[in-house]
């Protein structure tokens, strides 16, 4: 291979700096970090949160709808943007789960609070996560609802036991059936993928978890800690948020 040959032969395939780079800004990321609560936010609304000036937000916001990793809604006059699918949703919540520490120790009780109760229960996009998703996913595992022999993967078994619980899952999508998606505080995987938001879906839908505050942080009911007590076996304990 000549130095021509190998020049091209290391610049073909996908373009991972580009991606990389639109990630590499504090601003940026903290906007795809934000946007993992699933919903669509306005470009004043990630300003503020981010704390910087509107016309700054809009030039990060036009970089990252350009690299495809964030979608664009209007109505009428307003504007919106969210994570263009949950395969983003899982590529920044697993590098989150790489990233170290940055944030200072919370300077009040109320602030903790809201930490231990993302850390607990919390969405990831469109399916559960902390330490909730991710014991859910052990107990499917230890059930052989799922397995993980070619990768995490639903068993005959666990499509029977969704379909006992009265859960559909969407067919004839390209969205994967079942993903392993790294959880950011636990560390450890947690499901993902059209099996993940189904079940997330039905335990809001028949009252077993329910949203605190208006960040992605959830709360398992009574109901809820009794269901999947008698569906998966968790504890009492884990299911309670300290």
């Known amino acids: 291979m000549d130095r021509m040959d190998m020049q091209r032969a290391h610049v073909a395939g996908p373009d991972l700096a580009t991606v990389a780079k639109l ?14 609560d699933g919903r669509a936010w ?9 704390g910087v000036a509107p016309s700054t937000a809009t030039e990060h916001l036009h970089a990252l709808v350009r690299g495809n990793l964030l979608a664009e809604e209007r109505q009428g006059r307003h504007r919106y943007v ?18 170290p520490e940055r944030s200072p120790t919370p300077r009040s009780l109320s602030a903790a609070g809201r930490r231990q109760a993302l850390a607990h229960a ?39 036991w969704l379909e006992d619980l ?44 329910t949203p605190v505050g208006s960040r ?4 398992v009911t009574p109901l809820g ?3 999947f007590r008698r569906h998966l076996g968790l504890s009492e304990l ?5």
Do not use: N
């Open 23 to 36: 990630l590499a800004d504090g601003t940026r990321a903290g906007f795809c970090l934000a946007l993992l």
């Open 42 to 50: 306005t470009a004043t609304e990630l300003a503020r949160h981010a």
């Open 82 to 99: 969210r994570l263009a699918g949950p395969h983003v949703a899982e590529l920044v919540e697993s590098l989150a789960a790489m990233a």
């Open 122 to 160: 919390r969405t990831c996009y469109d399916h559960l996560a902390g330490t909730v998703g991710v014991a859910i996913t052990d107990a499917m595992i230890e059930r052989r609802l799922l397995d993980l022999e070619h990768g995490l993967g639903l068993t005959s078994a666990g499509a029977t």
């Open 166 to 209: 009265g859960i559909t899952v969407p067919t004839g999508t390209r969205r994967p059936s079942v993903r392993s998606c790294l959880d950011w505080t636990e560390r450890r995987p947690h499901l993902a993928g059209a099996v993940g938001a189904a079940l997330c879906s039905h335990a809001f839908d028949t009252g077993w978890i």
């Open 216 to 219: 992605r942080a959830v709360a």
């Open 225 to 227: 800690r009794q269901e």
């Open 238 to 242: 884990l299911l309670s948020r300290k």
